[in-house]
């Protein structure tokens, strides 16, 4: 079974200082992972997926993350917080078969103060 | 990309009713898609997998009687929330995986449901 864990609930940075959310994973295969960004009422938007090529992934809005195999994590990083960048993120991931299902972690709360 | 919307947005409804809330894949073919509930600042709980031309699968727990799944194209999938109750109140979400190369699924903007 795949899970991942994304540590504390809520993160607070002031506008322009990095961003850093983490997430880990646990997986018995190789897994796709993803970050989503959940901004309030609204569905989900993809910031970026891992999907076995290059393992330091840039996505919208300045944010990348990088997959590290040997510590199974796929931390979500940005140099510089905005203001706009408040709002839930999500990590989740799946295997790689076609239309898996998605496991989500239980989301991290972002708030940016001026 | 890809697009996939929810209707309707929000609904309030009675508790004893029914209520059916559709997703629809706009500009691509979905043969599977998935249902979501998210209770306030929680996650996303995977409700089913809804299967064109097939039973959908629920997950453990899940009340296949109460939340009744069909998927009659390939571009729409209802939930129906039958007999609703105030703890059925909740946030529902349905996605789709994109086709082609694009590896990623698709989220609808969600919906409301609130039970009187």
């Known amino acids: 079974a795949q899970s991942v864990t994304q540590l504390g609930s809520h993160v607070s940075v002031s506008e322009g200082a990095l961003v850093l959310l983490r997430c880990n994973y646990s997986s018995s295969v190789p897994p796709y992972l993803f970050w989503y960004v959940q901004y309030p009422n609204q569905g989900l938007q993809l910031l970026l997926k891992?999907?076995?090529?290059?393992?330091l992934v840039k996505g919208i809005n300045g944010f990348e993350a990088e997959f590290k195999k040997s510590e199974t994590s796929f931390h979500l990083t940005k140099p510089s917080a905005h203001m706009s960048d408040a709002a839930e993120y999500f990590c989740?991931?799946?295997?790689?078969?076609?239309?898996?299902?998605?496991?989500f972690g239980k989301g991290i709360t972002l708030s940016v103060r001026p | 990309g890809a697009v996939v919307s929810q209707h309707p947005s929000w609904v309030i409804c009675k508790s004893g009713t029914s209520v059916k809330i559709e997703c629809r894949s706009l500009d691509f073919q979905a043969t599977t898609m998935f249902w979501y509930r998210q209770f306030p600042k929680q996650s996303l709980m995977l409700m089913a997998t809804s299967n064109e031309g097939s039973k959908a699968t629920y997950e453990q727990g899940v009340e296949k009687d109460k939340f009744l799944i069909n998927h009659a194209s390939l571009t729409l999938s209802t939930l129906t929330v039958t007999s609703a109750h105030p703890e059925d109140s909740s946030f529902y979400i349905c996605s789709a995986w994109g086709q082609g190369v694009s590896y990623e699924q698709y989220f609808g903007p969600g919906t409301r449901l609130t039970v009187t």
């Open positions: 891992y999907t076995s090529a290059a393992t």
């Open positions: 989740a991931v799946s295997d790689t078969g076609a239309n898996s299902k998605l496991t």
